[in-house]
C-alpha cells in the first residue's frame, strides 16, 4: 500500500489500454492557408468507433521511432501495436501518412505483489525506442514496476531439408539415414516476430513514469516518484541510483518526481520535473548521485491566480527536451512552456490551454480530472508543439507566429481528407452559433497523449480508444 503522506502528493494517471486487432488508422493532410497557418485533414482512423468501450482498450502511450515508419501505442490491457507506414505512402505526390499494422504483443501481464499485497496493472505506462543498428528494431516498454527490451523482427525464409527431422519436425530414425544433404532456407509468406531480449524488474519501490533512452545507446533511465535509476541495456540485475528525494521521515514529504528525460545529444545530462512545478537539469559528471542539481527551472509565481488548487495545477505532468537540446517543453495542468535553457529564471513562452478552465477547478478537483496527466510533445522542426485537452480536443501553438489552434479528433471527421475546423469556447456571456460553450464539454472525453513524426507534419492523436494520424496538405 502506498504510505499514506504519499497519497495527496500522488498525480493520477488516467486508464489507458489495448488497441484492437481490428484497429484502423487515421491521419490528415494539411495545407498551409493564406496566413501561414498548417491546415489539417483527417485521413485514417485505428479502433472501434463504438460508444461501449472496454477498458483494457484505452491507449495509454503513443511513440514514433526515430525515422517516423514505425509508430508505436500501448493500452492498459498491457498490449503493444506497432503500426509501419505504408512505403507507397513516402513516394506518392502529395505524400500520406497512411500505417498499418505491423506487429501485436503482450507486452506486460497483471502481476500480484505478494509482499505488500499489491496488484500491479499491466498497463503499459511508457514506450521508447532505440536507435536502429540491423535490421530489426529495439522498444522498451514499461508498465509500474518492470520495463522490458523487445527486438522486433521479420523472417521472410524457413529452413528445409533436415537431415535429423522431417517436414513435421518430428525427429527421424537415424536408422534410416541413407546420405547427408544441405538445407536450404525458402521462402515464407513475411512473419513478424516480437520477442522479449531483457527484463529489468524489481529496482523500483514507487510506480514508473517515466524511461529514456540516452544518446549513448547504451543507457537509460528510469523514474519513479521518488527515485531515478540508471541502466545499462545488457545488464538487468543491476541499476545505479541517480536520483533519490525519499526523506528519511515520509511525512515530511513535500514533492514527488512526475517526469524525466535524458537530452538528445549530451549523454551526461538529464532533466527531472516534480510536483511543485520545478525542472531541475542535472549533470552526471558532477558526483554519482545527482542530489544537487546543475540547473533550476522555477518560473514566478502568479500571485493574482493564487487559490487553493495553486499547487496542484502547478505539477508538471510532462517534459521533454527540443529536438535541437537548445529548449524544454513543459506541461502543467493549464498550459504549456518553453524553456530556455540558458535562463532558469522563468520559460522564455507560455501558452494557455484550456484557461477557461480556472473558473471549474473546483469540480474538477471533485471528479479527480484535475489531477489528469496531460502529455506534450515538439514539432518536427521544434516551431511548434502540441498537447491535448478535454472533449477530444487538442491543442497547437505555433512559436513563430504565435497562433494557436484547437482542433477535434471525433468520429464526426473520421472521413477522407476531411478538413479539420477551428473550435471555439465559450467561457461566458452569449455564445455564438460556430462556439462551444464550456458546460457542454465531455471531461470524460480527453487526448493525454500525442506524437508528432520526426521529420514531417505528421500527428499521431490518442483519444481514450481510438488513434486518429492527421497530416499536412502539401
Known amino acids: ?26 491521419v490528415g ?115 509500474d514496476k518492470t520495463i522490458k527490451l523487445w527486438k522486433v523482427s521479420e523472417r521472410d525464409k524457413r529452413a528445409e531439408g533436415y537431415n535429423l527431422k522431417d517436414e513435421a519436425g518430428e525427429m527421424k530414425d537415424r536408422g534410416v539415414l541413407t546420405g547427408l544433404r544441405v538445407p536450404v532456407l525458402k521462402p515464407m509468406e513475411l512473419m513478424v516476430e516480437a520477442s522479449p531480449r531483457r527484463i529489468y524488474a524489481n529496482a523500483h519501490t514507487y510506480h514508473i513514469n517515466s524511461i529514456s533512452v540516452n544518446s549513448d545507446a547504451e543507457t537509460y533511465l528510469s523514474a519513479d516518484d521518488l ?23 515520509m511525512e515530511e514529504l513535500t514533492e514527488v518526481i512526475t517526469a524525466a528525460e535524458f537530452h538528445p545529444t549530451d549523454c551526461n545530462h538529464f ?5 511543485k512545478g520545478l525542472i531541475r537539469l542535472c549533470d552526471m559528471r558532477m558526483a554519482a548521485l545527482c542530489d544537487r542539481h546543475a540547473k533550476l527551472f522555477e518560473g514566478p509565481e502568479d500571485a493574482a491566480n493564487r487559490s487553493f488548487f495553486s499547487e496542484i495545477i502547478s505539477s508538471i505532468s510532462d517534459v521533454k527536451f527540443s529536438r535541437s537540446g537548445r529548449y524544454m517543453l513543459s506541461r502543467d495542468y493549464l498550459s504549456v512552456k518553453v524553456w530556455d535553457l540558458h535562463m532558469e529564471t522563468k520559460p522564455v513562452e507560455t501558452y494557455p490551454v484550456h484557461e477557461y478552465l ?9 471528479n479527480d480530472c484535475i489531477f489528469d496527466k496531460f502529455e506534450c510533445c515538439w514539432g518536427n522542426n521544434d516551431q511548434a508543439v502540441l498537447t491535448g485537452s478535454y472533449n477530444n480536443f487538442f491543442r497547437m501553438f505555433d512559436r513563430t507566429s504565435k497562433r494557436d489552434v484547437t482542433l477535434e479528433a471525433s468520429r464526426e471527421i ?24 464550456v458546460d457542454s464539454l465531455d471531461f470524460n472525453k480527453k487526448i493525454l497523449h500525442t506524437a508528432w513524426h520526426p521529420t514531417e507534419n505528421i500527428i499521431a492523436v490518442a483519444a481514450t480508444n481510438n488513434l486518429f494520424i492527421f497530416q499536412d496538405k502539401f
Open 1 to 26: 500500500m502506498e504510505h499514506p503522506a504519499f497519497k495527496p502528493l500522488m498525480i493520477r494517471q488516467s486508464s489507458l489500454t489495448r488497441l484492437g486487432s481490428m484497429l484502423n488508422t487515421a
Open 29 to 143: 493532410n494539411s495545407k498551409k492557408t493564406a496566413n501561414g497557418e498548417i491546415q489539417w485533414c483527417f485521413s485514417q482512423v485505428k479502433g472501434t468507433l463504438d460508444d461501449e468501450i472496454t477498458e483494457a482498450d484505452i491507449i495509454s502511450c503513443v511513440e514514433f521511432n526515430h525515422d517516423g515508419d514505425l509508430l508505436a501505442t500501448g493500452d492498459k490491457g498491457g498490449r503493444v501495436v506497432i503500426f509501419q507506414r505504408d512505403p507507397g505512402s513516402k513516394t506518392s505526390v502529395p505524400k500520406r501518412g497512411e500505417y498499418n499494422v505491423y506487429s501485436t504483443f503482450q507486452s506486460h501481464e497483471p502481476e500480484f505483489d505478494y509482499l505488500k499485497s499489491l496488484e500491479i496493472e499491466e498497463k503499459i505506462n511508457k514506450i521508447r525506442w532505440l536507435r536502429r543498428k540491423n535490421p530489426a528494431h529495439f522498444l522498451l516498454s514499461t508498465n
Open 227 to 249: 527515485r531515478i535509476n540508471l541502466w545499462h541495456l545488457d545488464i538487468t540485475d543491476q541499476s545505479f541510483n541517480i536520483v533519490d528525494i525519499k526523506p528519511v521521515n
Open 271 to 275: 532533466v527531472y520535473s516534480s510536483s
Open 358 to 366: 480556472r473558473s471549474k477547478l473546483c469540480s474538477l478537483y471533485e
Open 414 to 437: 473520421a472521413r477522407p481528407k476531411t478538413t479539420l475546423k477551428a473550435k471555439k469556447i465559450c467561457s461566458g456571456g452569449k455564445r455564438k452559433k460556430d462556439e462551444v460553450s
